[in-house]
């Protein structure tokens, strides 16, 4: 996978290998990083609730993403199950705090160390296949998982899903948005932390290189099983510690709200933002979370102008109530496709980013970055 050069500025040497392996490629950018952190935890005091609770959403699907983007983006398999993992977790969160009694801030990476678990169970069979064959196995995984999610009541609730408690954290309830948005970025930085140190080490450039020629890596002396089903297990974990902070955040949790719709959007997430990108990962989940909304606005904007050049246009050749009356059906038509527009625009965007933008947003944003520090010059 290709990547721009980032130019460093005249005078930045890296003489050792800890610098060249350093978290950060410049000092600026670290400094950017850590002035975006401090603005995120000043934002509850600045923002209302619908646009925490919009960060909130964001924070979480992009730690499920982050998963998902270690198992796809590095390692070069495909999953279509991640959904599935995601629900794992939300409902082993609910279900160990309300049989166990163990705290529910202890509970979130229990719960996903319990879904990597799941998940390396899954990813046995499935190390030692690849490509359609490797996709029907995961697609297999959240059949699976659905089906045990509906019929085990004593975990999940069955058909009546599942209460999920509030966090507590040293007596305080994170009962609103703007107490649990520190607890989704405590986990959002963390989460993005561990994986990007993880694509820095042994580990990591192993993973990268089953990607990019398992052949090569095998003669090299690495283990493809092994990585393989260590990547389930990682994406696994991430897509539990987002599932539990998904349940306790909506305090309630159902079979309805993992289908493999979900684990659609969760690759088209990584595809957008960028196959490989750390950063990316939370670009694409902010994309695609936001492009239904911005979609039903501007069917709404559509719908209005809509009806007033089809009222113009019919009163040329007919009484204005009944070019109104005609106008008004055809709004509403639309109006109730609404729901389908939303969806199929998902896939639409899909589409156009494999064509135009393969290398997803983050590309698109290190070009930018790139010109804006080689300007005016062509190199």
Partial sequence: MSHVPHPRPCGDFRSTYSDDTSLFR????????????FALLIAPFFLNDYYLSQMITIGIYGIAALGLNVLVGFTGQISLGHSAFFGFGAFASAWLNNTTGIPVFICIPLAGLMTTAVGMIFGIPAARL??????????????????FFSRADWFSGGAYGSAAEVVNFLGIDLDTDQKYFYLVLFWVVVSFLAVSNLRRSRDGRALVAVRDHYLSAEIMGINLTHYRIM??????????????????????????GFTILLSIQFLAMIIIGGLGSVSGSLLGAAFILLLPQFMESSVAVFVEYFKIVEVWVLSLFQEAEAALSIANEHARTIEQGKAYI????????????LIFEPEGLIHRWRLIRASWKLYPFSH
């Fill in 342 to 353: 939303k969806e199929m625009s998902v896939g639409a965007v899909i589409i156009l980013f």
């Fill in 26 to 37: 410049t000092k600026v950018e670290g400094r950017i990083v850590y002035l975006g952190i």
């Fill in 231 to 256: 990547s389930f297990g990682v994406s696994s974990f991430f897509a539990g510690v987002g599932g539990a902070l998904y349940a306790h955040y909506l305090q309630y949790v159902s079979v309805e």
């Fill in 130 to 147: 690849k490509g359609l064959y490797l996709a029907i196995a995961t697609l297999a995984s959240q059949f699976i998982l659905q089906d």
